[in-house]
């Protein structure tokens, strides 16, 4: 079994910043897309940023210039660095990612959500 624990979210004013991070554990043979998504009330959940194994990143145009998916391979951990909030940028965050298992099976992951509200 695969654990995704995250972590930073919170209460923030308009043009604050907050760092998130997503730590996996367990069964992990290799990771390959790690990523944030995110869903606002009464909103579907959407993508926010991914980033590969490699380093390769890809992020909604609604935070290109603000926030910043990095990566530890060695730590299993991936972050959003969020600058710049905005009160539309409060949502519930969920880390997601897809890995090959100990049984080099190919699994999706999601954790939690942690909840970014950002007051105006």
């Known amino acids: 079994q695969v654990q995704l624990v995250e972590s930073g979210g919170g209460l923030v004013q308009a043009g604050g910043s907050l760092r998130l991070s997503c730590a996996a554990s367990?069964?992990?043979?290799?990771?390959?897309?790690m990523g944030w998504y995110r869903q606002a009330p009464g909103k579907q959940r959407e993508l926010v940023a991914t980033?590969?194994?490699?380093?390769?990143?890809n992020c909604a145009d609604s935070v290109k210039g603000r926030f910043t998916i990095s990566r530890d391979n060695a730590k299993n951990t991936v972050y959003l660095q969020m600058n710049s909030l905005k009160p539309e940028d409060t949502a519930v965050y969920y880390c997601?990612?897809?890995?090959?298992?100990?049984?080099?099976?190919?699994?999706?992951?999601w954790g939690q959500g942690t909840q970014v509200t950002v007051s105006s």
């Open positions: 997601n990612t897809d890995l090959r298992d100990r049984y080099y099976r190919i699994r999706v992951y």
């Open positions: 367990g069964s992990i043979f290799s990771i390959n897309t």
């Open positions: 980033i590969t194994s490699d380093g390769s990143t």
